[in-house]
Every structure is written in structure tokens, then in C-alpha cells.
């Protein structure tokens, strides 16, 4: 019977010394592991903002900003120049999704076409509609307020397709 005696302590001491001399590999590929995850991730959001920017033919991005400022003031000064301003606002969306090749006879179209891949597209149709309205309504008067939240719309919109 005393040859069954297992002395527990002993027993205890070498798996205590095995599970630290394991575990310290073991720590390490973890840390390795997510540190390898962490930057993949990194490196998809980085390309997916990279790639996410269209191509356009024609009109670059930098005329485009620099279209907007001019947009911009245009239309903080009078209630004229708020309707000037919303008019090239809407001709701006209008060409920079012409040099996204999206495909369309008017801006109506394209902006249709081009809500699919942005549906945030949605809210920029209450700027075009009151476009409409400024062109072909003689009578149709203009708040400063409904030109405020146009030209912010347009500007959503302008950044939505990653133009602006």
C-alpha cells in the first residue's frame, strides 16, 4: 500500500512548472494573433476608403471642391444668390455624376441610377425638386431656409459619392 502513495505536492510542483513553461508560448502567438488581426482590419478599412472613391472622367476633385466654395458664397449672400447657388449646386451634382459614368439622360435619372448605390441619394431629390421649382416657376419665392437646407443637401449628397 505504500507503493500507491502519491505525494500530491510533487505532483502539483511539476504541473505547475510544465503549464508556465507552455503557457508563455501560448501567451504569445494570442498576442501575436490579435496584433495580426488588428492590423488586417486596419488595412481593409484603409483600402475600402481608398476604393471606395469613384473614378471620374472628366471633372476631378479638385475643381469640384473648388466649384463649391464658389457655391458656397454665392449663395450666403442675398435670396438671388441662393437661387443662383442651389442652380449650380444641382449642375454640379449633375456633372459629377456625368464623370462618375452614371448612366442617365438628366440629372432625375442618374440620380435614380445612382440610388442604388447610394441610397443616401434620397434626401438630395427635395434640393432638385425645389431646383425645378426656382426654373420653371416664375411665381415661386425662395425662403432663406429652404436655400440653407438645399445647399446642405447637396453638399450631403456631393459627399456621399465621395466627390467633395
Same mark, same amino acid.
Given at each position: 500500500? @505504500?507503493?500507491?502513495? %502519491?505525494?500530491? @505536492?510533487? %505532483?502539483?510542483?511539476?504541473?505547475?512548472?510544465?503549464?508556465?513553461?507552455?503557457?508563455?508560448?501560448?501567451?504569445?502567438?494570442?498576442?501575436? !494573433?490579435?496584433?495580426?488581426?488588428?492590423?488586417?482590419?486596419?488595412? %481593409?478599412?484603409?483600402? #475600402?476608403?481608398?476604393?471606395? +472613391? $469613384?473614378?471620374? /472622367?472628366?471633372?476631378?476633385? *479638385? *475643381? %469640384?471642391?473648388?466649384?463649391?466654395? =464658389?457655391?458656397? +458664397?454665392?449663395?450666403?449672400?442675398?435670396?438671388?444668390?441662393?437661387?443662383?447657388?442651389?442652380? =449650380?449646386?444641382?449642375?454640379?451634382?449633375?456633372? !459629377?455624376?456625368?464623370?462618375?459614368?452614371? $448612366?442617365?439622360?438628366?440629372?432625375?435619372?442618374?440620380?435614380?441610377?445612382?440610388?442604388?448605390?447610394?441610397?443616401?441619394?434620397?434626401?438630395?431629390?427635395? !434640393? /432638385? +425638386?425645389? +431646383? @425645378?421649382?426656382?426654373?420653371?416657376?416664375?411665381?415661386? *419665392?425662395?425662403?432663406?431656409?429652404?436655400?440653407?437646407?438645399?445647399?446642405?443637401?447637396? #453638399?450631403? !449628397?456631393?459627399?456621399?459619392?465621395?466627390?467633395?
Amino acid at each position: 500500500m @505504500n507503493d500507491q502513495l %502519491i505525494d500530491f @505536492n510533487s %505532483i502539483v510542483g511539476v504541473a505547475q512548472v510544465q503549464a508556465s513553461g507552455n503557457g508563455l508560448p501560448y501567451l504569445a502567438m494570442i498576442v501575436v !494573433a490579435v496584433v495580426v488581426l488588428f492590423v488586417l482590419a486596419s488595412l %481593409i478599412v484603409v483600402a #475600402r476608403r481608398f476604393l471606395s +472613391r $469613384p473614378e471620374l /472622367h472628366g471633372m476631378g476633385r *479638385e *475643381e %469640384i471642391g473648388r466649384r463649391w466654395d =464658389e457655391i458656397e +458664397r454665392i449663395g450666403a449672400g442675398s435670396v438671388m444668390g441662393g437661387k443662383m447657388a442651389i442652380v =449650380e449646386a444641382d449642375k454640379l451634382l449633375d456633372t !459629377a455624376l456625368k464623370s462618375m459614368a452614371i $448612366p442617365g439622360e438628366t440629372l432625375g435619372e442618374r440620380l435614380k441610377f445612382a440610388g442604388y448605390r447610394y441610397p443616401e441619394l434620397k434626401k438630395v431629390w427635395f !434640393a /432638385h +425638386r425645389l +431646383r @425645378n421649382q426656382l426654373v420653371h416657376e416664375t411665381s415661386f *419665392e425662395l425662403s432663406h431656409a429652404q436655400a440653407k437646407k438645399a445647399l446642405a443637401d447637396y #453638399r450631403h !449628397a456631393l459627399k456621399t459619392i465621395n466627390v467633395l
